[in-house]
């Protein structure tokens, strides 16, 4: 069982926007802002798409945003994309350990 | 041109050992932290091992703990893990990154039958 809670699956039809979640608690999500999203396609590396909550590392769409509300992080893709299927995974680090979700599965209907 | 590269993975018996390694450049390699991270065949990230930049601060997921070990030489900008009583549920992809989750290797699989 993962650290941080995410849904299993998220759907999305091309052009819309969805919000995929990421629960953790006061010892993770809630208490620090090293929390960052990757995007996994089949067979492929991890991609990192935000870090520190809410920033975009260099050539990654601004259709890709995040944010925090206490122990509940959030990535949001607007502006859907076929090529945005993938598998969608937080993590919070410390100086010490990292924390992945469980991931989420977006499918592009 | 900021590369990791992952190395020696393969097929591992129940209760042996393989020793992963993981080639940095393009990069300062003794100023970051770097993590082991794996991943089951169909499953979720699953962080392993972390080590400082200098190699003072070690620590495990409780999953590995007493099995394996992470070192680094900085002198020859590597990482490596030592997975020693392998157990099938070690079987997985093997990734190397910085602890920032900016750069990641393209993973090394290890195969524990059971």
């Known amino acids: 069982q993962s650290a941080l809670t995410q849904p299993a699956s998220v759907s999305g039809s091309p052009g819309q926007s969805i919000t995929v979640s990421c629960t953790g608690t006061?010892?993770?999500?809630?208490?620090?802002?090293?929390v960052s999203w990757y995007q996994q396609h089949p067979g492929k590396a991890p991609k990192l798409m935000i870090y520190?909550?809410?920033y975009r590392p260099s050539g990654v769409s601004n259709r890709f945003s995040g944010s925090k509300s206490g122990n509940t992080a959030s990535l949001t893709i607007s502006g859907l994309q076929a090529e945005d299927e993938a598998d969608y995974y937080c993590?919070?680090?410390?100086?010490?350990?990292?924390?992945f979700g469980g991931g989420t599965k977006l499918t592009v209907l | 041109e900021v590369q990791l590269v992952e190395s020696g993975g393969g097929l591992g018996q129940p209760g042996g050992s393989l020793r992963l390694s993981c080639a940095a450049s393009?990069?300062?390699?003794?100023?970051?932290?770097m993590n082991w991270v794996r991943q089951a065949p169909g499953k979720g990230l699953e962080w392993v091992s972390h080590?400082?930049?200098?190699?003072?601060?070690?620590n495990y997921a409780d999953s590995v703990k007493g099995r394996f070990t992470i070192s680094r030489d900085n002198a020859k900008n590597s990482l490596y893990l030592q997975m020693n009583s392998l157990r099938a549920e070690d079987t997985a992809v093997y990734y190397c990154?910085?602890?920032?989750?900016?750069?990641w290797g393209q993973g090394t699989l290890v195969t524990v039958p059971s």
């Open positions: 990154a910085r602890v920032a989750g900016d750069f």
């Open positions: 393009g990069f300062t390699f003794n100023t970051y932290n």
């Open positions: 080590i400082s930049a200098t190699g003072s601060s070690i």
């Open positions: 006061n010892s993770d999500v809630g208490g620090y802002y090293h």
């Open positions: 520190d909550v809410s």
């Open positions: 993590s919070s680090y410390t100086s010490s350990s990292t924390e």
